[in-house]
């Protein structure tokens, strides 16, 4: 199948505003692919190289592509730069420098869908001594093969930033529409395959009751079943007429796969951490007395030398360490606090009650003392009782509880009120806007991510930056904020600027995390914007930002 008629789709998509439409254009696609090439149409469709499931990692940045497109066209990098500060899309740029290339192609063949792929993926493949210029080769050769479109779908596939407004919602419900098949049908099995490549297929072949067939698979992550917040212990309690409350631990969800002694683990962004936490496999080894299961747990962090948790943020290193992972161990111990049992012994448990599961689950493990444990919990249902397991969970390091109903059964991929966080309320924190980055894509023309900063001491003018801000506005608010902020640039460096401290912003965070990316020393875990401060003339200060930390559970 040829590419051209994807990037066809790639342009209708991308005018098109309406979802409706949308769905109505891809499924229109879907409809007329061949069967053996559906799979990957959808995962070029959905802007992605790789499944959800897959490990790979394309590894292709900005600076990369811009000397790809220069090996590509024969333009230099400062022509190629000059354009992209214009529109801010690298696709556009590659688009009108194939439009105009220097260089003939003499060797020009037509790209096809699989071949494009094919080529793409490939990519994840280089590593080590000379893999840069490996992987700019493999770009430019795509490149030099392209209409100006193609190249401009390419660029941005390779890139990861399709943008053309397709959303998961919108393939499921092209495959729904494409293939007559009710959207719930392909949601759920796409919760326990995540890969709507390999769902379209299915539904494509066997229709409905193929997809219903669709099930757990022993070394294939799926959507775990996720927890919604509530504002008191109080009202947790009450939603449920039987609780168990666990603490809430500050760590790694991690699926644990088991297959006699093949241990597999996954995170709850289905990525394959094996090989980073050899030390998890050990244990599962040692503690999980069954020949085959899918178990859930959290996996946290532990100072070796006080023994007590550590932030999510230290333990994410090992997460995306690849190399030195004995001395990261090392660094970094583990403890795994297990909670579910998904499926033993070819045994599925997602319509049993999560009583039933826990209770699977004690018959299976072997605790191991500090390292593999079940995690803490209480069932009551008495606030008083219930008061005195939270605040023990706070005084231990970890970030509140869990309240879950012990009589629900597992859903894979929801939110669906049947598990409730409980955690302290943080003091929010009025900050400056000392910086910003501009977006790209459709936010090219204005900002898409703001710098913040306290200042250093009261009355000070030295301000030290704690955090990135880019959720909790809309597109109109990034633009109106823009034109306000434009006024106070004071430097402009690549795609960065610097600001006038002038605008000051209320920010809530989920926890403050000691960093040494940023100035002050700290860092804000995903903050978020409230509101903005017009009668502020300072910022908080840094020696507000310590004992903040100094006080947070």
Known sequence: MKYSILTETYERLEKEPGKLKKTEILSELLKKTPNEVLPKVVLLASGKIFPESGSEKVG??????????TRATGLSEKEIIKEFKKTGDLGMVAENCIQSKKQSSLFKKE???????????????????????RKMDLISQLLVSSKPKEARYITRTALETL???VAEGIVRDAIAQAFNIDKKSVENAWFLNPDYGEIA????EKGEKGLKKVSLKIGKPYIVMLGESSPTLKEALEKYEECMLEYKYDGVRTEIHKKGDKILLFTRRLEDITDQFPDLVELCKQGIKCEECIIEGETVGIDPKTNQPIPFQQLS?????????????KKIPIRVYLFDAIQVNRKTFLDESYKVRRKELEKMINPIKGKLELSHSLITKDLKEAEEFYKKSLKEGQEGLMVKNINAKYQPGRRVGQWLKVKPVLEPLDLAIVGAEWGTGKRSKWFGSLF????????SNEYLTCGKLGTGLSDEQFQELTK?????????????VRLKPEVIVEVGY???????KYESGYALRFPRLIGFKPDRKLPNELQKIEKLFKQQP
């Open 484 to 496: 306000q902020l434009k006024g106070l640039i004071l430097e402009e460096k690549g795609t960065e």
């Open 317 to 329: 290193r090992r997460v995306q360490r690849k190399y030195d992972i004995k001395e990261t161990i």
């Open 111 to 133: 790209l096809t869908i699989g071949l494009v792929l094919d080529n793409l993926q490939k990519l994840s493949q280089m590593e080590g001594k000379g893999s840069q210029e």
């Open 510 to 516: 989920e926890e403050i995390q000691k960093s040494t």
């Open 60 to 69: 292709i940045a900005a600076k990369m592509m811009i000397k790809s497109l």
């Open 452 to 459: 913040l900063a306290c200042i250093k001491k009261p009355y």
């Open 163 to 165: 943008r053309i407004g």
């Open 201 to 204: 297929r299915i539904a494509k």
